[in-house]
């Protein structure tokens, strides 16, 4: 867990760990350099909890906190779990049981839910329905889940060298990109983990281009690798990277999106009151926003 000032959010991203089913656990947190109660508020759990590891962080960005998370790790699986976010109650036991079932799989993913800076607003995302092995999805460049509801086999991640500096963001989706080369990745249908929109996190006070640069680097990369063996951060020759332009992506813009999205899903599959009351919470998320309501009223004529 990395964590850079979270005093909002820390103890309950902690307590959703410690409060899994599955207790044969530790939870290594690095504090990057906070500036807020975060580094004292996670101290208290040290004197109750001896699962529990707190490191110092260099303050060299998100990449360089993981992994020097990752240097302290000593179980056999790894998972990811932001500060400010939770995981659902179980989610370790049931990921775990399908390494069992599928003995040839390095890591197990599964869906996320959004969630607004208070923890309602819930939005599940459509990420499919059915069980499957994504490592071909992956290796075309597409990524259908966040990192933080992968379980990973450790000596995979060691294998790939952990997450790379050169990311500022999107670090997580050159992970995915890379796990898939030496693994077989599969996806459980079930939601494990919610994403708390907070506009302090890095994914929305990084300008949009910036952010959009490093995810479309992370996907040139892959296919740069698929058709050379190497890619050009590797061979030494990384793009440059753009100067922060334009504003951020707000995180009400995010989860009006989400939920604006699901509306018309769900009207596709027929679920018309479902995908009235989806649109109109999208609505009542920032009301000044004429296109959500152009939309919402678009939905409601169809």
Request: glycine content about 6%; charged content about 25%.
């Amino acid at each position: 867990m990395p964590m850079r000032n979270a005093e909002n959010y820390v103890a309950e991203a902690v307590d959703s760990i410690l409060c899994q089913s599955f207790q044969d656990l530790e939870l290594i947190i690095v504090d990057d350099q906070s500036t807020d109660q975060s580094y004292k508020i996670v101290e208290s759990f040290l004197h109750k909890d001896s699962r529990v590891k707190l490191i110092h962080g260099d303050a060299q960005g998100i990449a360089a906190a993981k992994n020097k998370g990752l240097h302290h790790v000593r179980g056999k699986f790894v998972m990811f779990c932001d500060a400010d976010d939770l995981l659902a109650r179980d989610c370790i036991k049931k990921q775990l049981s399908w390494f069992a079932l599928y003995p040839d799989a390095g890591a197990v993913c599964a869906q996320f839910a959004l969630m607004d800076c208070i923890g309602s607003n819930i939005v599940n995302l459509d990420s499919g329905e059915s069980s499957c092995d994504i490592s071909e999805e992956l290796l075309s460049g597409q990524t259908r889940t966040s990192l933080c509801t992968f379980i990973i086999k450790r000596e995979l991640i060691e294998m790939i060298g952990g997450f790379r500096g050169f990311f500022v963001s999107a670090e997580d989706i050159d992970l995915q990109l890379r796990l898939a080369e030496v693994c077989k990745v599969f996806y459980m249908p079930e939601v494990i983990y919610f994403y708390r929109l907070n506009d302090s996190s890095i994914v929305h006070t990084q300008s949009s281009k910036k952010r959009i640069f490093f995810e479309e680097t992370a996907r040139l990369f892959r296919q740069q690798r698929a058709e050379k063996g190497i890619d050009d951060l590797q061979s030494g020759c990384p793009p440059l990277v753009p100067e922060d332009q334009g504003d951020a992506f707000k995180s009400k813009d995010q989860l009006q999106g989400a939920l604006i999205g699901t509306a018309w899903r769900l009207h596709k599959q027929g679920e018309k009151l479902k995908a009235i009351k989806s649109g109109f919470r999208a609505c009542l998320i920032n009301p000044v926003n004429l296109m959500v309501w152009k939309s919402y009223i678009m939905l409601l004529i169809k």
